[in-house]
């Protein structure tokens, strides 16, 4: 069953921005550590963001601090990440995830299933 569907990907203009969206169901939902994450081709896979509710931190990789900004709307069962001032370093598949609080979630990074939940991602392209 799939857990986290993520949309809002999209081709945009440099200097532009975009919101991602990730609905949660089942398991995923009540999971604390929510993530954003990217891989672009021929590149590993890269924490872009990280938020963990559980207590209050939050991660942003140093190449997106100031214009990236993760959130979670509880009652919508949504993470999102906006992103603004978009560059074209910025292109890549886009990945949501969620895992139970932990020290790694603060330092961007969530396990792989069965221990995280990923998203099937949503593509950006900037130019």
């Known amino acids: 069953d799939v857990q986290l569907v993520e949309s809002g990907g999209a081709s945009v203009q440099a200097g532009g921005s975009l919101r991602l969206s990730c609905v949660l169901s089942g398991n995923a939902r009540s999971r604390n550590c929510v993530g954003w994450f990217r891989q672009a081709p021929g590149k590993e896979r890269e924490g872009v963001a990280t938020l963990d509710s559980g207590v209050g931190r939050t991660y942003y990789r140093d190449s997106v601090k100031g214009r990236f900004t993760i959130s979670r709307d509880n009652a919508k069962n949504t993470v999102y990440l906006q992103m603004d001032s978009l560059k074209p370093e910025d292109t890549a598949m886009y990945y949501c995830?969620?895992?139970?609080?932990?020290?790694?979630?603060?330092?961007?990074?969530?396990?792989?299933?069965?221990?995280?939940?990923w998203g099937q991602g949503t593509q950006v392209t900037v130019s």
């Open positions: 995830a969620a895992e139970g609080s932990g020290a790694y979630c603060a330092l961007g990074s969530i396990r792989n299933p069965p221990l995280g939940y």
